[in-house]
């Protein structure tokens, strides 16, 4: 499956933004869909994922939503509220494994879209 990552942009802190990831040569719907984020000088780290139920890290619970649409073959990821500590890349990712916050049980991945978050 390919993916592909969108909706990304500048935002002030407190205001809302909704990220894309739409699947190509296969579907999501065999995978368990998450994202992660990367900010400078920082290491790679999981955001949410859905399989069933969905999973948050701590820093984005009761902020981010993630959630699928069959129909359409994408994942979302809704994000409430932001601050300045949730500007980085953001990746979109698909697993075979159901409750995995780790990147290296996710076998595809999309090419990252930049949220960046100001004062």
């Known amino acids: 499956v390919q993916l592909q990552a969108s909706g990304g942009g500048s935002v002030q802190a407190g205001a809302s933004l909704t990220l894309s990831c739409a699947a190509s040569e296969g579907t999501l719907n065999t995978y368990v869909p998450g994202w992660f984020r990367q900010a400078p000088g920082k290491e790679r780290e999981f955001v949410a994922r859905v399989g069933g139920s969905a999973d948050y890290a701590d820093s984005v619970k009761g902020r981010f939503a993630i959630y699928k649409d069959y129909d359409k073959d994408t994942v979302y990821l809704q994000m409430r509220n932001l601050n300045l500590e949730d500007t980085a890349v953001y990746y979109c990712?698909?697993?075979?494994?159901?409750?995995?916050?780790?990147?290296?049980?996710?076998?595809?991945w999309g090419q990252g879209t930049l949220v960046t978050v100001s004062s």
């Open positions: 990712a698909a697993s075979r494994y159901t409750n995995s916050r780790n990147a290296r049980d996710y076998v595809a």
